[in-house]
T-cell receptor, first 110, second 116 residues
Framework: DTAVSQTPKYLVTQMGNDKSIKCEQNLGHDTMYWYKQDSKKFLKIMFSYNNKELIINETVPNRFSPKSPDKAHLNLHINSLELGDSAVYFC?????????FGPGTRLLVL | AQTVTQSQPEMSVQEAETVTLSCTYDTSENNYYLFWYKQPPSRQMILVIRQEAYKQQNATENRFSVNFQKAAKSFSLKISDSQLGDTAMYFCAFMKPQGGSEKLVFGKGTKLTVNP
């Protein structure tokens, strides 16, 4: 009965690699988001999609590419990973103004 | 651009006592939403309470209540009868309705420790 799920929960990888994080929601929401939480716990929006259409792109490097195959899924692909990409990435979905978050994916780039 | 300020990086409280976490925000909007999210050590972001700016009545959810002062742009969270499970990071967040392109703007968080 998980509402917003993310895989994997942990991801350890080397600099320069390409990796993906998957997100799925079973709430029937139209809008999904990616947020980044840095090492100081600061949370910031990266992207939002509404019905598979990109709505928000918050000056994120183009190494980050979201993809929404359908409105229940929003995946995040990261190319050429850098040390500074180490963070926790949260997926969220919303109906109206309330956003519901996934459990987060902790990415560590070595 | 909207900003959210949480001036207390860390706080502690004894179990069963009451604690208030502060949040101020800056906006020129008249219609917006405010939220408190809790992030326990498990990392999960949990919605605690939300407030609609056009509602004068302060929101309440069980032991959690807010003091919303629109003119002062202040949105504090009061936790009554604190429990050990309330130990967590608490984030205040602002959202402006934008017809499908809403985003949460977060403060930097307050780390709350409830002591036995």
């Amino acid at each position: 009965d998980t509402a917003v799920s993310q895989t994997p929960k942990y991801l350890v990888t080397q600099m320069g690699n390409d990796k993906s994080i998957k997100c799925e929601q079973n709430l029937g929401h139209d809008t999904m988001y990616w947020y980044k939480q840095d090492s100081k716990k600061f949370l910031k929006i990266m992207f939002s999609y509404n019905n598979k259409e990109l709505i928000i792109n918050e000056t994120v490097p183009n190494r980050f590419s979201p993809k929404s195959p359908d409105k229940a899924h929003l995946n995040l692909h990261i190319n050429s990973l850098e040390l500074g990409d180490s963070a926790v990435y949260f997926c969220a979905s919303s109906v109206g103004e309330t956003q519901y978050f996934g459990p987060g994916t902790r990415l560590l780039v070595l | 651009a909207q900003t959210v300020t949480q001036s207390q990086p860390e706080m502690s409280v004894q179990e069963a006592e009451t604690v208030t976490l502060s949040c101020t925000y800056d906006t020129s909007e008249n219609n917006y939403y405010l939220f408190w999210y809790k992030q326990p050590p498990s990392r999960q972001m949990i919605l605690v309470i939300r407030q609609e700016a056009y509602k004068q009545q302060n929101a309440t959810e069980n032991r959690f209540s807010v003091n919303f002062q629109k003119a002062a742009k202040s949105f504090s969270l009061k936790i009554s009868d604190s429990q050990l499970g309330d130990t967590a990071m608490y984030f205040c967040a602002f959202m402006k309705p934008q017809g499908g392109s809403e985003k949460l703007v977060f403060g930097k968080g307050t780390k709350l420790t409830v002591n036995p």
